[in-house]
């Protein structure tokens, strides 16, 4: 049974609420994208990391598109269903998704309709997710693998269950007509009475915490998926795709020069993006991403450094306005 704590207690109960029950978090800013014609499959095959032509409906994968030089367009999972397949992009990325996949369209079949607007997401985190989502919709249910997606019913309307990202232990995404969003939520709450809504802040830090790169910060054109340890999105055994030459080159021959890194500093001083990641003197990296831990006098923080630097329990400093912080690298990202 999820902790029973107000919906308004703030962002540090919100982040005790995800590490002993669950939470309830509104992703209809993520972009929603269903792409569907007879030729949908090859072309996004043809155009991201992963398999995505072998994709059975029901399942789905995490997939990176990527330009020629294979520097990160954007982190997407990629759902097959009875209609076609349906993209979650990360906020603000469905139109740039949907214009990269149309500038590589010539006479293939393919629509792209942005849901975005139509439809909404709402997002299950925490360590008793799980258990929610069993209660709501059954043990099956619950016992997707990660990205593979159900259809089921809440609030009255017909949804489509993801299993999606880890955030405080597990993570689940219900994707439904923006119509029945508060319905959703509702049903959602009265099997679960414990369940409550979190805000930006707790969802930045579990974000951090699970390593889980974001637009912006570490996926840019500056880094290519193999420094964002997106190794699970990609198919090393798949034919050509947008970037595949210099992906399967950097793997082949060890050339990944930076790996994505997590770590935790004591004190409030929160470091600004960029600032320099330093051990024995030396800048070995930058910070791309970093949050205050509500209620803990904690930094979390990822960032990039060199591969030889990537070692876990190694102490390091890192930059601020304030001066160098001491702090811990927790190890690979992912």
Same mark, same amino acid.
């Given at each position: 049974?999820?902790?029973?704590?107000?919906?308004?207690?703030?962002?540090?109960?919100?982040?005790?609420?995800?590490?002993?029950?669950?939470?309830?978090?509104?992703?209809?800013?993520?972009?929603?994208?269903?792409?569907?014609? @007879?030729?949908?499959?090859?072309?996004?095959?043809?155009?991201?990391?992963?398999?995505?032509?072998?994709?059975?409906?029901?399942?789905?994968?995490?997939?990176?598109?990527?330009?020629?030089?294979?520097?990160?367009?954007?982190?997407?999972?990629?759902? @097959?269903?009875?209609?076609?397949?349906?993209?979650?992009?990360?906020?603000?990325?469905?139109?740039?998704?949907?214009?990269?996949?149309?500038? *590589?369209?010539? @006479?293939?079949?393919?629509?792209?309709?942005?849901?975005?607007?139509?439809?909404?997401?709402?997002?299950?985190?925490?360590?008793?997710?799980?258990?929610?989502?069993?209660?709501?919709?059954?043990?099956?249910?619950?016992?997707?693998?990660?990205?593979?997606?159900?259809?089921?019913?809440?609030?009255?309307?017909?949804?489509?269950?993801?299993?999606?990202?880890?955030?405080?232990?597990?993570?689940?995404?219900?994707?439904?007509?923006?119509?029945?969003?508060?319905?959703?939520?509702?049903?959602?709450?009265?099997?679960?009475?414990?369940?409550?809504?979190?805000?930006?802040?707790?969802?930045?830090?579990?974000?951090?915490?699970?390593?889980?790169?974001?637009?912006?910060?570490?996926?840019?054109?500056?880094?290519?998926?193999?420094?964002?340890?997106?190794?699970?999105?990609?198919?090393?055994?798949?034919?050509?795709?947008?970037?595949?030459?210099?992906?399967?080159?950097?793997?082949? *021959?060890?050339?990944?020069?930076?790996?994505?890194?997590?770590?935790?500093?004591?004190?409030?001083?929160?470091?600004?993006?960029?600032?320099?990641?330093?051990?024995?003197?030396?800048?070995?990296?930058?910070?791309?991403?970093?949050?205050?831990?509500?209620?803990?006098?904690?930094?979390?923080?990822?960032? *990039?450094?060199?591969?030889?630097?990537?070692?876990?329990?190694?102490?390091?400093?890192?930059?601020?306005?304030?001066?160098?912080?001491?702090?811990?690298?927790?190890?690979?990202?992912?």
């Amino acid at each position: 049974m999820s902790p029973a704590i107000p919906a308004n207690s703030g962002p540090a109960a919100e982040l005790r609420a995800a590490r002993h029950g669950s939470i309830l978090v509104d992703r209809s800013d993520c972009g929603r994208i269903l792409f569907s014609g @007879r030729d949908a499959a090859d072309l996004l095959h043809r155009l991201t990391t992963a398999a995505v032509k072998g994709l059975q409906p029901g399942q789905g994968t995490a997939a990176v598109f990527t330009t020629n030089k294979g520097r990160i367009l954007d982190l997407v999972t990629l759902h @097959r269903l009875p209609e076609g397949i349906l993209a979650i992009t990360a906020p603000g990325r469905a139109a740039p998704v949907i214009a990269w996949v149309e500038r *590589y369209t010539f @006479r293939e079949e393919v629509k792209a309709e942005d849901r975005t607007g139509s439809h909404a997401s709402l997002a299950l985190h925490g360590a008793g997710a799980s258990r929610t989502i069993a209660r709501m919709f059954g043990d099956p249910a619950a016992g997707l693998p990660r990205h593979h997606a159900a259809a089921v019913e809440c609030g009255g309307s017909p949804a489509t269950l993801v299993r999606t990202w880890p955030l405080g232990g597990d993570g689940w995404l219900l994707v439904l007509p923006a119509a029945a969003l508060e319905p959703a939520r509702a049903a959602l709450r009265g099997a679960d009475a414990g369940l409550i809504d979190a805000g930006p802040a707790a969802l930045e830090v579990l974000r951090i915490e699970a390593g889980l790169p974001a637009p912006g910060s570490e996926l840019t054109e500056d880094h290519n998926p193999w420094e964002a340890r997106l190794d699970e999105a990609i198919a090393l055994d798949k034919g050509c795709y947008v970037g595949q030459e210099v992906i399967a080159r950097l793997h082949t *021959y060890r050339k990944v020069a930076r790996l994505l890194v997590r770590l935790e500093m004591d004190g409030t001083i929160v470091p600004l993006p960029a600032a320099a990641i330093v051990r024995a003197g030396e800048k070995i990296g930058s910070i791309t991403s970093a949050a205050g831990v509500p209620g803990e006098d904690r930094i979390v923080a990822l960032g *990039y450094v060199r591969d030889e630097d990537a070692a876990a329990a190694d102490t390091v400093m890192v930059e601020s306005g304030e001066g160098l912080l001491a702090g811990r690298m927790l190890g690979a990202a992912r």
